[in-house]
Structures are given as structure tokens and as C-alpha cells.
């Protein structure tokens, strides 16, 4: 039974959230403020977290912060911040999904199973993969990826979308398909998604990131991961 933590600081949103995950099989916790979140996930397993942006005590996205800081659990968005750039934002800092307000609780629902199936087909797995001469390392068994033996703190759409283009060296993967592979085939957001997610993987793993040696980009189309040895 996976336990999804809902923070959510107006009392009739949460509710029914809670009330429907509950119905679905979910543990549940629940938190009204950012720093009250924060002391839970440092007390509790917690397999999910709906962060709202808008709470009363902090900023959800410095809870965002924190939270990645902490560990690589999937966050979902909730926010009634609807533009482009604040969906990118968010994803930027690291949420595995965005919800903006108002919502079908339902489409909560799905959207938590998609990213938690994505999570669970992750941990299949099981071996670990070396490229040019060991500056990064992919153990599957772990979910974790190294630079130069360092851990490194990945989000786990960053850490799938990563072990698919390395599972495949040189192969091209149009934008499409990486968004069926990682982010699922009942995906309806935008498939640039995809394109901010390499970015936050580039600044993470590569030397120089305006000039990447494992995340190529195939212009107009898509990418194709790059790294030489295993």
C-alpha cells in the first residue's frame, strides 16, 4: 500500500483529495503548512507528495526545494498558476508532474498511479552501467546515479528518462516516445516536458553542460544518449 502525503493549506481541498485517495487504496497524510510538511517527511515513509504551491508559512516551491534535498520521492503540483513558465518552473526545480487548480480529483488519482507505476517499472532493474571510464555510473539495483563516485540527486522522471536513452547508446528517440517511455502513455501535458527535464539532467551530470558528452540533442526532433563504454 503506497502512502501519499497531501499538502494542502485550504481545508476543503485537502479533504477531498484525502477522501479520494483513501477510496483508492492509499495511505494518507496530510500537512496545512510547508514546515509542518517538512517535519513529517523527515518522521514518516512517504511513497508521494501533492504539494500545494500557495501555503501560508513558505512558498511550495522552496518546499519543492527541500523536499529534494531530502530524497528523490515523486512530487505532484497542485497550483491555480496556470502559464507556461510557471509549469516549467516547476518542473524545473524538481515536481514529476503539474496540476493547476480547479481539478477532477479523479485526474489526481491518475496522475499519482502514472507517475507511481513509472517509479515502480524503474526498480525492474537490476545492474549497474559505467560510462567514459567511470565518470558516470547508473545502478539500476539502487536507483542511483554517480559522477566520479559521487551520488547524484535525481528526480524520478529525470532517473527514468535518463536510464532509457543509456539503456540504448546512439539511439535516437524522437520526443514522443520519450514521453510515452517515461512519463507514460495517458500523458497529456506538453511533450517539452521532455525538454526541461534533459536540461535539469545536463546541469546535474555533465562536465559542461552547454556541450554534453551523454545527452545529444537530434535537432528538431528529439535525443540520443552519447556516453561511450559500459
Do not use: W
Amino acid at each position: 500500500m503506497k502512502t501519499v502525503m497531501v499538502v494542502e493549506d485550504e481545508v476543503k481541498i485537502r479533504d477531498v483529495i484525502l477522501s479520494y485517495l483513501k477510496k483508492e487504496g492509499f495511505k494518507t497524510l496530510e500537512a496545512a503548512t510547508g514546515s509542518d510538511a517538512l517535519e513529517a517527511l523527515r518522521n514518516s515513509s512517504v511513497d508521494l507528495v501533492i504539494l500545494d504551491l500557495m501555503l501560508p508559512d513558505m512558498d511550495g516551491e522552496q518546499v519543492c526545494l527541500a523536499i529534494r534535498r531530502m530524497n528523490s520521492m515523486p512530487i505532484l503540483m497542485l497550483s491555480a498558476r496556470a502559464s507556461d513558465n510557471h509549469r516549467i518552473k516547476g518542473l524545473s526545480i524538481g515536481a514529476d508532474d503539474y496540476l493547476t487548480k480547479p481539478f477532477d480529483p479523479r485526474e489526481v488519482v491518475a496522475r499519482i498511479r502514472a507517475i507511481l507505476r513509472r517509479t515502480d517499472d524503474s526498480q525492474l532493474l537490476a545492474d549497474r552501467s559505467s560510462f567514459n571510464q567511470g565518470h558516470l555510473e547508473i545502478d539500476s539495483l539502487k536507483q542511483m546515479v554517480f559522477c566520479h563516485g559521487e551520488p547524484i540527486n535525481l528526480t524520478p522522471n529525470e532517473y527514468k528518462l535518463l536510464l532509457t536513452l543509456a539503456k540504448y547508446p546512439q539511439r535516437h528517440f524522437t520526443r514522443n516516445e520519450l514521453v510515452d517511455k517515461v512519463l507514460g502513455y495517458d500523458y497529456e501535458g506538453d511533450i517539452r516536458a521532455i525538454d526541461q527535464h534533459v536540461k535539469n539532467i545536463r546541469y546535474k551530470i555533465e562536465p559542461d553542460p552547454k556541450n554534453p558528452l551523454y545527452i545529444r540533442t537530434v535537432y528538431g526532433s528529439g535525443y540520443r544518449f552519447a556516453g561511450s563504454g559500459r
